[in-house]
């Protein structure tokens, strides 16, 4: 029996070339965030602790809006207040799919620059600028019922976004677009169009802008280029 010969094949793999690039937004409607409050998951810790013991009928407490409001904040360690820096590398993923690029190396490829961390449980956040208010308004339960929620929201906000991108895969053109596209297109944190419960309501857009005249966030963090 003749055997074929082998072949040697070689593999190149490219050095990585990160790279780094500021985007400064503009809201161009509300932004609301909702983050799963800590009370919440001490709750549904002692729920579990407590085992069968937890179904008895417990006292119904009043409901305190103003608490809800404050427990659905993301705050950071220096007391500013922000987002979850990882619903912009998200929707960057998201609307990749829409205009010709493959997901997964979006996924690989773009990373956010957090502005700080959360002091309740690190998550690194985007410090958003603008004024808060306390955002009441119903929802659907998962049984089909309405509820009411109180969240925070910015009528008016502004962010610089800084994020590192592999040039090998994606360039800077590349990232802009679907930076352009995620604030026109599919939205960031809550009422997004691009929610994943539903169509959403038209909340967390925004569009890039080339000063957004706050002093700290016009002039540009070491070498880091604007790509807006």
């Known amino acids: ?5 082998a072949v040697d094949t070689k593999v190149t793999v490219a050095p990585i070339d990160m790279r ?3 985007f400064k937004l503009e809201g161009t409607s509300p932004l609301g965030v909702a983050r799963f409050s800590q009370k919440a998951l001490l709750e549904i810790q002692g729920k579990q602790e ?14 305190d809006f103003d608490a809800d409001y404050e427990n659905s904040k993301y705050v950071s360690e220096d ?12 929707g960057t993923i998201s609307v990749s799919k829409i205009c010709g690029l493959v997901m997964t190396r979006v996924k690989l490829a773009a990373f956010v620059i957090a502005d700080g961390q959360d002091k309740l ?26 509820d009411l929620r109180s969240r925070c929201r910015w009528p008016k906000w502004k962010m610089r976004v800084l994020m590192e991108y592999d040039a090998g895969v994606i360039t800077i053109s590349d990232l802009t677009n679907l930076m352009v596209r995620l604030g026109r297109q599919a939205g960031i944190c809550e009422g997004r169009p691009d929610s994943k419960k539903g169509p959403g309501i038209g909340m967390g857009l925004f569009r890039l802008v080339d000063r957004l005249g706050i002093p700290e966030l016009d002039e540009e963090p070491g070498q880091m280029p604007v790509a807006a």
């Open 50 to 63: 407590a085992g069968s013991t937890s179904k008895a009928k417990k006292e119904k407490t009043a409901r």
């Open 20 to 22: 780094s690039a500021s």
């Open 79 to 90: 007391g500013w207040l922000g987002v979850n820096a990882s619903c912009f590398r998200n």
């Open 1 to 5: 029996m003749a055997f074929k010969k």
């Open 121 to 146: 449980d690190g998550t690194p956040l985007v410090r958003v600028y603008g004024e808060p208010q306390k955002w009441i308004a119903p929802v659907r339960n998962a049984d089909g019922s309405f």
